[in-house]
């Protein structure tokens, strides 16, 4: 009875943990996409730029329009190499730490490449005036607009394709490079790639010595044959 009453709280956490964290690693991809990409870059601006003494002619915002993709995918591969849902509260992070390491965060793309395709099924060709042609859908959503709107200038570019590669586009890039960045985890890729080579060398020198082994012991066996032979010949000598 104590066996099973001590098994039956373990069965919750193996059925619920892979849901849990996938949950959770989707929620940081989508956290990552619309959050921290864009504080980073008003922040390099307003702080670090500065201090740096780094002269800027352009804009926080446009500068993070004209380099969604980057801004986007960098610190959600960090995200996912580093393992940040380890700090989420010990009553969750214990039922999700059990699955992290297998498949669940590999997987965080799926929800934003979803929506994505969700989205790009139901466009239609705007007919906005700030668009002036028809365009294709990978074009609205993959074109990234390089002018963010201000209350001067409205017109600067159309606000609701804008929106959408905001919180469309880039959410995949980050859900992409997240899963990169946990695949680049459970495979230990920068410490493969970062290895001192002396451990190659060394393993390239085992295997270059390791086949002079069988001629060694050939040899072995051909003394042995000759002094059994010699010895045979001289007892039936005398």
Known sequence: MEEGTTNSPNAGPSILGPFAAFALDTVIVYFCALRVSGTLVSRWFAW?????QIPTTTRSA?????????????????????????????VFGRRIAAVRSTTAAVWAW??????LIYKILLYRAPTSVLVGSSMSAF???????RVMPTWTNLLASDPV???AQMTVTAPFYAGIAYSIGAISFKYNVLTNIF?????EESSHDDDQSTPASPSSSADCKKATARFSHSSSTGSLQS
Not at 110 to 115: A, E, G, N, S, Y
Not at 195 to 199: I, N, T
Request: proline share 9%; charged share 15%.
């Open 48 to 52: 670090v730029a500065p201090l740096l």
């Open 62 to 90: 446009d500068w993070y329009l004209q380099h969604l993709e980057w801004v986007t995918m960098i610190p959600a591969l960090a995200a996912g190499y580093l393992n940040v849902s380890r700090f989420v509260p010990a």
């Open 110 to 115: 799926i929800v934003p490449t979803l929506v």
């Open 139 to 145: 074009e609205y959503f993959f074109d990234i607009q």
């Open 161 to 163: 394709r804008l929106l």
């Open 195 to 199: 290895r001192p080579e002396k451990f």
